[in-house]
């Protein structure tokens, strides 16, 4: 880059769980700068979860991190031209960009099912990821075997 990398700018914990993790998810699951009404699909998507719960030890809030946390990538790969050949290269991924992975495939696994509402599709996404399945969770397992199949190729970073 020509100039310094950017900084970081402070994000405001949310207004009912005071945590910057939920504001953070939200605003990857806005649409059109509509922050409200994000945060209405996530605080209804948080009751549904509580009402469908099993154990009762756990929050609806706990639930959806340890979510978060299955769906979470510790390896990826990269792309490298090594010669004239392009190589798969597995990496281990920046602890920031492992929760925003994890929140983007934890959103678009949300929007891509078959339920009525945006809040249904992403308790039941939670749900599913807390429980280790679903498509999210499905995502991160095949992001893994990849790594794993391209261990060979590790020789390449630098």
Known sequence: MRKRAAKKRPLLPDPKFNDQLVTRFVNMMMWDGKKSVAFKVFYDAIDI??????????TALEIWKEALSNVMPHVEVRSRRVGGATFQIP?????????????????SFSRKRNEKSMAQRLASEVLAAAK?????VKKRMD??????ANKAFSHFRF
């Open 132 to 136: 280790e399945e679903g498509a999210a």
């Open 91 to 107: 990496m281990q991924i920046r602890p920031d960009r492992k929760v925003s992975t994890a929140m983007k495939w934890l959103i």
């Open 49 to 58: 979860v509580e009402e469908k719960k099993n154990d009762d030890e756990k």
């Open 143 to 148: 992001t893994h075997k990849m790594a794993e």
